[in-house]
């Protein structure tokens, strides 16, 4: 280990001083945590047991309605990728699939529209 020598005579002192406990960091002040882990155990499990998908700002409404706990969106990106959730961009499918005659009739008139240069339609 690469330590200079005052960090081991401190760490030396305070495991004399303290014994193991000595060790460890102290705890440090700053804002406590507005969630608890109860909170994020039910949002995992109301996307596992739910048929649709919810993004982080959808469950950032969600938690605060049915937990009144408020997290902004980038907060609960940040909590559920700690835990080993990954999020990906939902895509938007097409419901049905194709005609595949329809697709290749829409193709022959796109040619056919090309070839032609600019169709123009008038009605008299």
Do not use: F
Request: with cysteine.
């Amino acid at each position: 280990m690469n330590w200079a020598a005052n960090t081991v005579r401190r760490s030396l002192q305070m495991w004399v001083l303290k014994g193991e406990e000595g060790l460890w960091d102290a705890p440090r002040s700053g804002r406590k945590k507005m969630w608890q882990e109860a909170d994020i155990q039910y949002l995992e499990e109301r996307c596992a047991l739910d048929q649709r998908t919810y993004n982080s700002k959808q469950l950032s409404v969600l938690l605060k309605q049915e937990r009144q706990v408020e997290l902004s969106p980038a907060q609960i990106r940040k909590i559920l990728k700690k835990k080993g959730l990954k999020w990906k961009r939902t895509k938007t499918v097409q419901r049905t699939h194709p005609n595949p005659e329809q697709k290749q009739a829409k193709k022959a008139d796109e040619r056919d529209i090309k070839n032609q240069g600019r169709l123009v339609v008038c009605s008299a």
